[in-house]
């Protein structure tokens, strides 16, 4: 345990979380922040103070512009905790923490969740094949070490990030054989009624129609529409088919990127028994909490950022504000009702600016059904290899959700815990029934929810 009194813990260093922290040290909060990464940055801005220019050229300005919010936060005087894995939250507030081999725990006076998002399965034939993997994957590794595939790569999918993990392929010399897009001309009608609203952020907006005019200029084939994705392989994946309109088509390759979208991590907030919807729009788990971040029924505990839904890092610093300030609050209750009533107001404000496009980009790049549910024989579970088949049989069997789903399966008891099986587990049995997904409901994830040793485990 910290030897100093602690009055605010935050989960995750990346936008919401260096925000949240930021504004608390403003206010005279002891603030500790617990992170797995060696640097604050999260996701997003990961490694960005340590980046080089050349990298920062190749990666772009939006990351470039994560430096000073990192440089900020470590001049803030905010206790970072490095290479710190949460692996429990009690509701009670006390936060168990893996770090250098010691389990470690803090009682502070309040929680700030910021754990991020996560990829969206893509469960697609092949897609556990040596040498597949997300987007995502393909852009850390870019990040931390400038690490780029040797052979040509094909990315295929939907969202903003494979479009700009594309660009920044092209700037890095990185040969990309082939861009195939699954978002179709009915998503582009779809989205096209939330469009007006969407036009308060247009420098976004411009930002990626500027990254598509880049890949049309590249040379790079572009496949628009694409169904039927599969990737083909024997000891590793050697080619990706598919058809748009009528037309089949194969490209030869060796390295494949995949990449449907961004979820919320909510590990933490199912463990800790929080409310949770399914958000129809982004078509996955948010948990439920109040204005200021609060969750509902767990006084004492916020959440920021794009643990609480998808809001891209502009928006999650905000989010990062508004949840240090209600906690400042409820602290020390040092501004008086009409004072934090206001500046809540104001950046509530600006939150609401900050994420007016998400509804069009919810609706263009929302992940086709073929694509979340997959067929019988793909395996959805990788940690324990159970297959679409499988799932849907015992369903028939009488198994009625994902937690009723381990006692038959295993799924979701692997290492990974579920976040690369559990929201496609949900929406295959909620077909399968034919309810709706809030109906068949979500595994039980209980802590730990990182691996621990028994060791580790007694040395607390």
């Known amino acids: ?59 772009g300005p939006d990351y470039a512009a994560g430096r000073e919010l990192a440089r900020d936060f470590e001049a803030s005087g905010a206790r970072h905790e490095y290479g710190a894995a949460v692996w429990q939250v009690t509701p009670e507030g006390r936060v168990h923490y893996l ?24 469960p697609i034939p092949g897609w556990t094949l040596p040498g597949v993997l997300t987007a995502g994957a393909a852009q850390i590794l870019l990040k931390t070490g ?66 598509k005019a880049a890949l049309l200029g590249s040379g790079v084939p572009i496949f628009s529409g694409a169904r039927e994705l599969r990737i083909e392989g024997g000891k590793s994946a050697e080619a990706i088919e ?98 934090f009533e206001s500046e809540a107001a104001a950046l509530l404000r600006d939150l609401r600016r900050a ?15 073929e694509f979340r549910i997959p067929a019988d024989e793909v395996i959805v579970c990788r940690c324990e290899e159970v297959t679409a088949g499988e799932i849907r049989k015992h369903v028939r069997s009488g198994c009625l959700g994902p937690n009723q789903l381990k006692s038959f399966t295993r799924c979701g008891m692997g290492p990974c815990q579920g976040r690369q099986c559990g929201i496609t587990a949900t929406e295959i049995i909620a077909a399968e029934r034919g309810v709706a997904a809030s109906e068949a409901g979500y595994q039980r994830v209980r802590p730990p929810i990182k691996p621990i040793s028994l060791g580790e485990l007694g040395g607390l």
């Open 99 to 122: 770090q250098a081999g010691q389990s470690r725990m803090i009682e502070p006076g309040k929680v700030i969740l910021c754990t991020g998002a996560m990829e969206r399965p893509f």
């Open 146 to 211: 400038d690490v780029v595939p040797a052979d040509p790569v094909v990315l295929a999918g939907c969202g903003p990030l494979l479009y700009l993990l594309a660009w920044q392929y092209l700037r890095a010399g990185v040969p990309i054989k082939a861009f195939i897009e699954t978002t179709s001309p009915a998503d582009y009608r779809r989205a096209l009624v939330k469009l007006p609203a969407a036009l308060i952020q247009w420098r976004l907006l411009a930002k990626g129609i500027g990254l």
């Open 355 to 369: 994420t007016a496009a998400r509804p069009f980009l919810d609706a263009l790049y929302r992940p086709r059904a």
């Open 1 to 59: 345990m910290l030897d100093e009194p602690i009055e605010l813990a935050i989960v995750g260093a990346g936008p919401a979380g260096m925000a949240a922290a930021l504004t608390a040290r403003s206010a005279g909060l002891s603030v500790v922040v617990l992170d797995e990464q060696a640097a604050p940055g999260g996701q997003i801005y990961r490694a960005v103070t340590s980046a080089t220019t050349g990298r920062c050229d190749v990666l």
């Open 242 to 339: 598919f058809r748009t309109g009528n037309q089949q088509h194969r490209v030869e390759a060796r390295v494949f990127l995949l990449h449907q979208g961004v979820v919320p991590n909510t590990q933490i907030t199912w463990s800790l028994r929080a409310s949770h919807v399914w958000d129809q729009a982004q078509l996955c788990w948010t948990p439920q909490a109040s204005v200021g971040g609060e969750l509902i029924g767990l006084p004492g505990i916020f959440i920021a950022g794009d643990g609480a839904g998808i809001i891209g890092a502009e928006a999650s610093r905000l989010s990062g504000r508004v949840a240090a300030l209600a906690a400042l609050q409820a602290l020390r209750g040092s501004h008086s009702d009409a004072q």
